[in-house]
């Protein structure tokens, strides 16, 4: 494996992380503008929404940097473990640790039976892995230092502070979007209207259509722009994964385990769906939506693996024949 292919992957990454936070902050900006000048009618107006639009996100950034780690923990039902209550798991991660040249994160442990792991927190001093029952139980040591190792290639590329922040940008979007649309269909639309009328802005009535297609677009396009990157940097934990371990058979049998594994997260959800090692809505769910997945296709992931290491890639019943090695 070549120490210039994960160069490459790393720089790809942090070019598309800068990418999605200028598209999602322009459109976020876009919105706000359009809707202050459309109900307002005059720029004046467009420029105090943006700027309220931008301070809102501002505003939920910070609150997600310094507390969005503990909710997300909290809303899992993730309990802390030490070296006495989980001295295997803590010695995998110890040494994973020390491999990625960060510090030793909290380790927590869900009493799920589903096998997954995320992390969370706004950087490698700050950092929290969670790790579900089921993944302990039905993982060797190979297969769970694989999952480790991702985890922390996380920490250490900083995944884990541009999923909480970008994903509190997209959340202000959909915020401003619905406050609007809502605003819009209860009245305060045709309010609008009959002041342009007896104002005569036309410029304005367009610009007020604008705002309402705007309000429907934007959260799905800056959604679409987040799952695009997330799942890029999926890769790249994938990768530096084996970079950190050596061994990227472990990480392949764990994704091959976890991604044709039937049960259901019951603690996962939408909103931290895109935290974890594999999607943990499942196809069969009634809440899954494979056009908003945030995370790639198991076997696209194994053969991205296979590539970095020069061997030739796995057919889907390869792959669903390999979750049955240990």
Do not use: C
Request: hydrophobic fraction near 45%.
């Amino acid at each position: 494996m070549s120490v210039s292919s994960f160069h490459q992957q790393t720089a790809a990454n942090r070019r598309n992380s800068v990418l999605l936070a200028v598209v999602v902050t322009l459109l976020l900006g876009a919105l706000g503008y359009t809707i202050g000048f459309g109900t307002t009618g005059v720029p004046a107006g467009g420029i105090a929404t943006t700027l309220g639009a931008l301070g809102l996100g501002g505003v939920l950034s910070l609150g997600s940097y310094f507390a969005g780690d503990r909710l997300v923990l909290a809303a899992s039902g993730a309990k802390p473990v030490d070296e006495g209550s989980a001295p295997q798991l803590m010695n995998v991660v110890r040494e994973l640790a020390l491999a990625a040249n960060i510090p030793m994160p909290r380790v927590h442990v869900i009493d799920d039976s589903a096998p997954n792991a995320f992390a969370t927190g706004r950087d490698p001093q700050h950092a929290s892995i969670a790790i579900t029952t089921g993944l302990l139980q039905k993982l060797d040591r190979e297969e769970l230092q694989g999952v480790i190792g991702h985890e922390l290639s996380h920490v250490r590329n900083l995944d884990i502070r541009f999923a909480l922040l970008v994903g509190v940008l997209v959340g202000s979007i959909a915020l401003l979007a619905d406050f609007f649309l809502r605003f819009t269909f209860w009245g305060g639309g045709r309010r609008s209207s009959n002041e342009r009328s007896s104002g005569g802005g036309g410029l304005q009535a367009i610009v007020f259509v604008l705002a309402i297609v705007l309000s429907i677009l934007a959260p799905i396009a800056g959604r679409l722009v987040q799952l695009a990157v997330s799942r890029q940097r999926e890769y790249l934990a994938d990768a530096s994964s084996v970079e950190l371990t050596r061994n990227p058979y472990g990480l392949e049998r764990a994704l091959a385990k976890i991604g044709t594994d039937t049960e259901v997260l019951e603690v996962a959800n939408r909103a931290t769906q895109h935290l974890y090692f594999t999607n943990p809505i499942k196809k069969f769910e009634s809440r899954a939506n494979g056009l908003t997945s945030t995370h790639p296709p198991i076997v696209d992931r194994v053969n991205r693996l296979r590539e970095l290491t020069g061997e030739p890639p796995l057919g889907r019943d390869e792959l669903a024949a390999l979750a049955g090695l240990t």
